[in-house]
């Protein structure tokens, strides 16, 4: 399973976009690239799957440079409820399995 | 759209107690997940279930735990017995192959244990 590296703790102020990068050296030709969010005593939540180039929805963008050696989730114009726990993580569908790291601890400051 | 729903949301017993924690997946999903998550570490997962067959349980201490999938809806995870290194969070998610597409897993909320 590709392993993913992303920061610990990352701060920023309300309004500002975010980027919180990942890298994942040895993804494999079917793996996917998957960001999920995590609230306090909530189960994570999905946020955004890309498999190359960029993705976007209604909550974040996830841009894939050609060789999907690294990852980005941009958070637009973040508030105060962004506050929380991001985990980039790397999966394929045929064993379907999500392998969560330690994540990137996101504090928005007022 | 119900979600993954779990019970109990916090339970706190002793150590060499036992204890049991229940999850009702969202309606269809064929594969079911228990994970463990120790405070400011990402979720591990402990067993996978399609239907009501393992898949994998690999990292599920067997000595002391133990889960179960009966008819392939809800799940039971037992832990006998409860060891202080157990205190985390259980969490619950389920996933069919059709969100997996157009998706993720969906998550319980958890039940935090406490052993004391």
């Known amino acids: 399973l590709a392993k993913t590296t992303q920061p610990i703790s990352m701060d920023s102020y309300e309004g500002q976009e975010v980027n919180i990068t990942c890298s994942h050296n040895n993804i494999a030709t079917n793996d996917y690239i998957t960001w999920y969010q995590q609230f306090p005593s909530q189960g994570p939540r999905f946020i955004i799957q890309?498999?190359?180039t960029k993705v976007t929805n209604e909550v974040a963008s996830l841009f894939i440079p050609a060789d999907r050696k690294s990852s980005t989730l941009s958070l637009p114009r973040v508030s105060l409820s962004d506050t929380a726990v991001y985990y980039c993580l790397v999966f394929n569908f045929g064993n379907e399995k999500l392998t969560f790291g330690t994540g990137t601890r996101l504090t928005i400051i007022p | 759209e119900a979600g993954v729903a779990q019970s109990p949301r916090y339970k706190i017993i002793e150590k060499r107690q036992s204890v049991a924690f229940w999850c009702n997946p969202i309606?269809?999903?064929?594969?079911l997940y228990w994970y463990q998550q120790i405070l400011g570490q990402g979720p591990k997962l402990l067993i996978q279930f399609q239907n009501n067959g393992v898949v994998d349980d690999s990292q599920l201490p067997k000595d002391r735990f133990s889960a179960e999938r009966l008819k392939g809806v809800d799940s039971t995870l037992k832990i006998q017995p409860a060891k202080l290194e157990d205190s985390a969070v259980y969490l619950c998610a389920s996933s069919s192959l059709t969100d997996l597409y157009g998706g993720g897993y969906t998550f319980g909320s958890g039940t935090r244990l406490t052993v004391v």
């Open positions: 890309g498999y190359k």
């Open positions: 309606s269809g999903h064929a594969t």
